[in-house]
């Protein structure tokens, strides 16, 4: 087992992650699984507050006691440390917790709401700096991978202040407070992501996205779940050029997507230093079976084989022996990660991951 980035072993998963994100040759794809559970609903519903102040003590006993019995690694991939925290609260949504996982309230009044607004004097903002530095300074900089923030990206900061419906209409009736709208979110956005990054360690020239990969230069992670609801020429006009900004802002983004949203796959393969994920959607439902939702696998071959023609990509969502293989068979292992659910664990990691631990 590999405890943490002091191994001398821990260089060659750098190595292989570098190779991975420059899209190189390698005899497999990287991977990270886990055992197929449902979703389960949040035992205590309850509204998310700022994190408190991060206690350095706790957090040093805490960290190394989770590598001493974990390890550095997961499969492939890293265990990270962050102290991220929900990026729409920067624009004044009230988070809750429900439902398995956390939900953006909107919060939207008018199109004016952030002109004046200074993401600086938010305490959430003041909070992810402060337990960014005190979590840094409690463990050291080159023991532990600490991972990027991850924001929702402008369509979905846009959607979870004013939900879907809304943010349709306002592109009919309100087309250019919209884009005035978009604008301030991305100065936001970046203006954090700017702050934050610095105050992650690199280590050898990169740094950790949130999806567990090493990165050269500084990263960001951010999400497009709601690119799914527009045209290809609607997001063009309206969301893209955020994108493009973000992705202007940092040397090595990463973009969470849904092969929901698999027309805007070329516009987002175009950003040329911009690292994509794939989510081919499923529920595990509680019973143990799982339901396919939407594109799956082998109807979204060809856009993946061109997105690889272009760039690594990393694909989420639910395994078995003859999907790796069809992934396999028609993507180079280079450049692929495979992340995502299975039913049995421990089989597929003796076909795909031999040496899984060394």
């Not at 609801?229 to 973009?255: G, K, M, Q």
């Amino acid at each position: 087992m590999i405890r943490d980035l002091k191994d001398p072993r821990a260089d060659a998963v750098i190595r292989r992650h570098e190779r991975y994100w420059r899209n190189e040759p390698d005899a497999r794809e990287l991977f990270q699984l886990q055992q197929a559970s449902p979703l389960v609903d949040t035992a205590n519903p309850h509204t998310l507050e700022p994190p408190p102040p991060l206690d350095m003590k706790k957090y040093a006993t805490d960290t190394a006691r989770s590598y001493d019995e974990n390890g550095l690694l997961t499969d492939d991939l890293f265990r990270m440390l962050g102290t991220g925290i929900t990026s729409e609260a920067l624009v004044g949504c009230r988070i809750v917790v429900r439902a398995g996982t956390h939900w953006a309230e909107p919060c939207f009044t008018d199109w004016h709401q952030l002109d004046g607004y200074r993401v600086q004097d938010s305490l959430w903002y003041q909070r992810l700096l402060e337990n960014t530095q005190r979590a840094v300074e409690a463990v050291g900089s080159d023991t532990y991978p600490f991972c990027c923030m991850a924001f929702r990206g402008a369509v979905d900061m846009a959607e979870a202040m004013m939900k879907g419906g809304r943010l349709i209409d306002a592109i009919i009736d309100h087309p250019q407070e919209l884009k005035d709208l978009l604008a301030r979110i991305t100065d936001i956005t970046i203006e954090t992501a700017l702050a934050h990054a610095p105050l992650l360690p690199m280590y050898d020239g990169g740094q950790f996205n949130s999806y567990g990969i090493w990165t050269p230069g500084r990263t960001v992670t951010f999400t497009v779940d709601g690119a799914c609801l527009f045209s290809p020429a609607c997001y063009e006009e309206f969301f893209l050029p955020c994108d493009i900004r973000l992705c202007e802002a940092l040397e090595t983004p990463f973009v969470h997507t849904h092969a929901a949203a698999r027309q805007h796959f070329s516009a987002w393969t175009e950003i040329s230093n911009l690292g994509m994920q794939c989510v081919i959607d499923q529920a595990y439902l509680p019973e143990g079976r799982n339901l396919p939702i939407g594109p799956q696998l082998p109807d979204l071959l060809s856009e993946f084989e061109t997105i690889r023609e272009r760039k690594s990509l990393m694909l989420y969502g639910f395994w078995d022996e003859s999907m790796i293989d069809l992934s396999g068979h028609d993507l180079p292992p280079g450049g692929c990660a495979i992340t995502g659910m299975v039913e049995d664990l421990d089989a597929i990691r003796r076909r795909y991951l031999p040496h899984k631990g060394s």
